[in-house]
């Protein structure tokens, strides 16, 4: 029986991968505090330059990586540049929604629908992708409808907010698959495409007076240049170290953001936390620990085949 080796290489990649990874997860963990700091200003203008200043950091990076060869072929397919259009719809949604429920105090709804974003990919695994899920994954799903239930009941209404969330992010990964190139080149399309409406937008603002770049304080006009790196950053982070790592260990380390948020939301924050919020939270993170013990099961029974 041969015994598949682990190399210095792949071990020395499998901690840069972890690394770069962190940095993503940590920075996406404390963004609230960010947003905190732009929640004054109009959400319009804050997600048009979270836009804006997001193309030069996208396109120094690809050009440092020297994968612009690739984005010129991209940017000739019709068939690229639409489906990059639908992504980029998709991830401003979620990111209207993200800053909105920031700056309106409902960052526990936002930890809540990020934890229930990778049950809803499960989800959209099996209904549109024909992906199979095990007793434990069925188990997991269940668990978190009935957090959602719980919520729907106690306040009246569905929780729209961490529902929206999870499914738009959801929809954006589902459709980012379909794009036939890399992370990085990928970013930096949809930023591309989104500039064109948001600069529009941005000089609209400046041209009546009534934007808070060049009209403002300097301290607006710099959180809102500073909207761009801490958009770029941790999702170029995010992109490299996901390359280097194996699956089952990303599906873990997502949890790290939405954890932060929640802490920084009931301890920092101050946002209410009551005992249905309790309840529903309990629920979600058993269906994710449920969830994550079916995919650590599922990585070692593959490697045990590997290894065979």
């Given at each position: 029986?041969?015994?598949?080796?682990?190399?210095?290489?792949?071990?020395?990649?499998?901690?840069?991968?972890?690394?770069?990874?962190l940095?993503?997860?940590?920075?996406?963990?404390l963004?609230?505090?960010?947003?905190?700091?732009?929640?004054?200003?109009?959400?319009?203008?804050?997600?048009?330059?979270?836009?804006?200043?997001?193309?030069?950091?996208?396109?120094?990076?690809?050009?440092?990586?020297?994968?612009?060869?690739?984005?010129?072929?991209?940017?000739?397919?019709?068939?690229?540049?639409?489906?990059?259009?639908?992504?980029?719809?998709?991830?401003?949604?979620?990111?209207?929604?993200?800053?909105?429920?920031?700056?309106?105090d409902?960052?526990?709804e936002?930890?809540l629908g990020?934890?229930?974003?990778?049950?809803?990919?499960?989800?959209?695994?099996?209904?549109?992708?024909?992906?199979?899920?095990?007793?434990?994954?069925?188990?997991?799903?269940?668990?978190?409808?009935?957090?959602?239930?719980?919520?729907?009941?106690?306040?009246?209404?569905?929780?729209w907010?961490?529902?929206?969330?999870?499914?738009?992010?959801?929809?954006?990964?589902?459709?980012?698959?379909?794009?036939?190139?890399?992370?990085?080149?990928?970013?930096?399309?949809?930023?591309?495409?989104?500039?064109?409406?948001?600069?529009?937008?941005?000089?609209?603002?400046?041209?009546?007076?009534?934007?808070?770049?060049?009209?403002?304080?300097?301290?607006?006009?710099?959180?809102?240049?500073?909207?761009?790196?801490?958009?770029?950053?941790?999702?170029?982070?995010?992109?490299?170290?996901?390359?280097?790592?194996?699956?089952?260990?990303?599906?873990?380390?997502?949890?790290i953001?939405?954890?932060?948020?929640?802490?920084?939301?009931?301890?920092i924050?101050?946002?209410?936390?009551?005992?249905?919020?309790?309840?529903?939270?309990?629920?979600?993170?058993?269906?994710?620990?449920?969830?994550?013990?079916?995919?650590?099961?599922?990585?070692?029974?593959a490697?045990?085949?590997?290894?065979?």
């Open positions: 029986m041969a015994v598949e080796a682990i190399t210095p290489d792949a071990d020395g990649k499998a901690r840069r991968g972890f690394l770069l990874a940095g993503a997860y940590l920075l996406w963990g963004l609230p505090f960010y947003m905190k700091a732009v929640a004054h200003l109009p959400l319009a203008e804050v997600i048009a330059h979270r836009i804006v200043w997001s193309v030069p950091i996208a396109a120094a990076v690809l050009v440092w990586a020297g994968r612009t060869t690739d984005f010129k072929v991209a940017i000739r397919s019709p068939r690229t540049i639409a489906m990059a259009a639908l992504t980029a719809a998709l991830i401003s949604v979620n990111w209207g929604i993200y800053v909105w429920a920031i700056a309106v409902r960052t526990v936002r930890a990020y934890y229930i974003n990778p049950l809803v990919n499960v989800v959209v695994g099996a209904l549109l992708l024909g992906e199979r899920l095990d007793r434990l994954q069925i188990a997991a799903v269940v668990l978190a409808a009935v957090a959602v239930a719980v919520l729907t009941v106690d306040g009246g209404k569905l929780p907010v961490s529902l929206a969330l999870a499914f738009s992010f959801a929809a954006y990964g589902f459709f980012r698959k379909t794009l036939p190139i890399g992370p990085s080149q990928g970013f930096l399309l949809e930023v591309l495409l989104l500039s064109v409406p948001a600069l529009g937008y941005i000089v609209f603002l400046i041209a009546t007076g009534q934007d808070h770049f060049v009209s403002s304080n300097g301290t607006d006009t710099a959180l809102l240049i500073g909207c761009g790196p801490v958009t770029a950053v941790p999702l170029l982070l995010f992109a490299f170290g996901a390359k280097l790592l194996r699956l089952s260990t990303i599906g873990i380390m997502q949890y953001a939405p954890t932060m948020v929640f802490l920084i939301a009931v301890l924050f101050d946002e209410p936390f009551g005992t249905t919020q309790a309840v529903a939270f309990a629920l979600i993170w058993a269906a994710l620990a449920v969830y994550s013990w079916s995919m650590l099961a599922t990585a070692r029974r490697t045990s085949v590997r290894a065979a």
